[in-house]
């Protein structure tokens, strides 16, 4: 709704989405930077490393569940896509043309109160802290089964049967994980740091490991022995190179960027 009533020019949508191009870097944080950190959220974050085990949480088993999984991959890909998308027309077409600067996520709040008033903010705002909240539940419980597996196969003596799986959440290495990054960063709160840097570092070098986790996936996935009828076909080791040459391109020219400034 917010971006329909923003009134967006329907040939600069297209124009974006089909000739796509970098605008000048305009403050602290150059384009080049931000594109390689949403190109590190998305493809190289190691969060889907944790996709697997909410694939066993599920009991999606075997290959009996495809569908199920294939569905609801792509109807979660396609939401972030659509909201994605659509945020940045509403943003485009509110905010350049009122000069209103962005500086982190409160400023959002300016472009729904805009085209939607006083609910539109309550709106943005309910779903600004949904969208944290799921995450932070996703990312705390995902990545504390990573670090407990890793943990238990560090071990000399390491378990893998169907009573492990069932009693991970009461290891002592994924409850200490869970309190641990839940807590610490509260210091925040009482602080005035801002670490917008931080975020945009951590996330643009993610996009590093895209070049060093899709060839072992095309590997993996294009084995017959392993994959059988489902090795992958051309269309998604197409789409899967052109990820990689994305991530390549992207690492290379902010590398060419820092090394010029």
Same mark, same amino acid.
């Given at each position: 709704? &917010? ?5 967006? *020019?329907? +040939? ?10 970098? %605008? ?31 694939? *066993?949480?599920?009991?999606? !088993?075997?290959?009996? $569940? ?11 890909? +396609? ?16 905010? $350049? ?58 071990? !000399?003596?390491? +378990?893998?049967? *169907?009573?492990?799986?069932?009693? !991970?959440?009461? $290891? %002592?290495?994924?409850? &200490? ?38 060839? &072992? @996936? ?13 090795? #992958?076909?051309?269309?998604?080791? +197409? ?7 994305? &991530? ?5 020219? #902010?590398?060419?960027?820092? @090394?010029?400034?």
């Amino acid at each position: 709704v &917010a971006a329909v009533l923003s009134k967006p *020019d329907p +040939t600069e949508i297209l124009r974006g989405a089909f000739i796509p191009s970098l %605008p000048q870097s305009d403050g602290l944080y150059s384009s080049m930077l931000i594109l390689m950190a949403l190109v590190g959220t998305m493809a190289g974050s190691l969060t889907n490393l944790t996709y697997a085990y909410y694939i *066993d949480e599920k009991g999606w !088993k075997n290959t009996s $569940h495809l569908k199920e999984q294939r569905f609801d991959l792509i109807f979660g890909v +396609t939401c972030l896509f659509l909201m994605g998308a659509l945020l940045q027309i509403a943003s485009a077409a509110i905010a $350049h043309p009122r000069g209103i600067e962005l500086k982190g996520a409160i400023d959002l709040l300016q472009i729904f109160a805009e085209v939607q008033g006083t609910i539109g903010s309550v709106i943005f705002g309910l779903g600004l802290w949904g969208a944290a909240f799921s995450t932070l539940l996703g990312t705390l419980i995902g990545y504390g089964f990573v670090v407990a597996d890793l943990s238990n196969f560090a071990s !000399k003596t390491p +378990t893998v049967n *169907d009573s492990y799986r069932e009693n !991970k959440r009461k $290891h %002592p290495v994924y409850r &200490a994980c869970i309190i641990f990054w839940a807590i610490s960063p509260l210091y925040i709160l009482w602080t005035g740091v801002s670490p917008i840097w931080l975020v945009l570092i951590v996330n643009a070098m993610f996009v590093v490991l895209v070049p060093v986790l899709t060839p &072992a @996936l095309l590997k993996l996935t294009n084995d017959r022995s392993l994959m059988g009828k489902y090795k #992958n076909n051309w269309a998604t080791n +197409t789409t899967l190179l052109l990820m990689l040459l994305v &991530a390549l391109y992207v690492m290379l020219s #902010n590398a060419m960027e820092w @090394l010029q400034s």
